[in-house]
């Protein structure tokens, strides 16, 4: 396999889907090298073509970051949108290893010297190599499903740090008990970025407003009055308990 395959593969498995344009951009090389490059993919069933877009082939067997990042995307891309116009060049964010994080990572590319502290491989790399940027990797030994670190050096880097906002995520959000995930190390560290933060920004798709087959039994840290709830969908007002104090920014798909 080709050097560009490769990366063709990853880049298409990474994003769920991309347009030919945009992949060409990303590995700056030209349409025509694309579709010459895919065509082979397509026809050996590594990728699939639909609408001039190359589309991932993985099913939900695949490394849970991975599938995450192929689920809701167009939610997730809205949302990260939003992320983005709330963080200012020059700002400082914790971010955490949710998916919705990590496409709010890419598109915080855009922003520039951002002070980023974050347990997430995906994260650090994908902002680590910005100019101007200052990126601290929280963390030396990383989970084999999604690159997250959770060790006691993650918790001493992020305990260091103090930072204008942290970015979290939750699995569901209950109308009662708040924003839920499953582990709880994912409470610890998201614990430590807000201690450590002015602001705090939950990040969270429509679907984690409905009931899930797995119910996470974790409550993330009560967020304060005046931090962020990003969304793609207005909250159904069941939910005000939770969401009442929250400046709650519903983000355009």
Known sequence: MSKYESQIIEIVNLRGSISVLNLANELQVSD???????????????ISKVH???VSNRS????????RMSQNRTAKIAIAREVARLVKDGDSIAIDTG???????????ERKNLTVVTNSAFV????????GNNVSMAGTQLRDHDGAAFDRSAF????????????LSASVVDAQKGFLVHEQCEVDIATAMMRN???????VDASKFSPQDRRPAMRQPNLRSGDFLVTDR???AGFEKVTSSLNIIVAQG
């Open 32 to 46: 025509q090298t694309i579709r010459r490059v895919v065509k082979p993919l397509v026809e050996r069933g590594d």
């Open 52 to 54: 001039g877009a190359l």
């Open 60 to 67: 939900a067997l695949d490394p849970p970051f991975l599938a």
């Open 99 to 109: 998916s919705t994080s990590a496409f709010a990572a890419q598109a915080l590319r």
């Open 124 to 131: 650090a790399s994908t902002l680590a190599m910005i100019p």
């Open 156 to 167: 001493e880097v992020i305990e260091r740090m103090q930072v204008d906002y942290a970015l």
């Open 197 to 203: 933060a002015t602001r705090t920004i939950m990040a």
């Open 234 to 236: 207005p909250v159904d």
